[in-house]
């Protein structure tokens, strides 16, 4: 039809990252990834180091006894100093990241219910969508096992109809059924009617 304008499609519902929802939560991802990454140039400069100084032949001289004897710090010693640094640093880093998944976990609880707020609505939407499905199965279920049990009643033989039995929904006259536990707990929680 000429000049009917079709609805627009909504984007479909996406649960928000923690980091989407609480900024705190995203510094403290982002610092974790940056001191992650910061380690991992420290790891790579540590192995340098001990290979450098593996192969090194030269005397070991410590460099406060070079400089006493006014000679220039031999590259091994100044290979073991650097060592020594970026142990020093790595052990830093490696607390600063157990103290980084601490607060982590601590901001996950503001952050995750900033994105169960965030998601309610939809959340709603969908188990109401899920007991209004259910109901119907659960008719038809009831009505489907009503005939069932009526040939049965009248003992035709009926097998030519290639009986089936829904036993994943339990039998349709028990009182708790699966199907009818879920409508309930549903009902309980506010979610359906």
Do not use: C
Request: hydrophobic share 40%; net charge neutral.
């Amino acid at each position: 039809m000429i000049g009917k304008k079709s609805a627009p499609a909504t984007a479909p519902f996406r649960v928000p990252s923690l980091a989407e929802v609480d900024t705190e939560y995203a510094a403290l991802l982002e610092k974790q990834a940056s001191l992650t990454a910061k380690q991992g140039e420290l790891e790579r400069e540590r192995r340098l180091v001990e290979k450098a100084i593996a192969a090194d032949t030269s005397p070991e001289v410590r460099p406060q006894i070079a400089e006493l004897l006014g000679d220039e710090p031999g590259s091994k010693a100044l290979n073991r100093r650097r060592l020594s640094e970026i142990r020093g640093e790595l052990s830093d880093i490696d607390q600063a990241l157990g103290v980084l998944r601490q607060r982590l976990q601590d901001a996950r609880g503001r952050a995750s219910t900033a994105v169960v707020a965030a998601s309610r609505m939809e959340y709603a939407r969908r188990v109401k969508a899920m007991v209004v499905a259910m109901q119907a199965l659960d008719a038809a279920h009831k009505d489907y096992d009503d005939l069932r049990f009526q040939f049965e009643a009248e003992d035709i033989a009926w097998t030519s109809l290639r009986p089936m039995t829904p036993a994943f929904l339990g039998g349709s006259n028990e009182p708790d059924r699966r199907i009818a536990r879920f409508i309930r707990e549903a009902r309980e929680a506010g979610y359906a009617d």
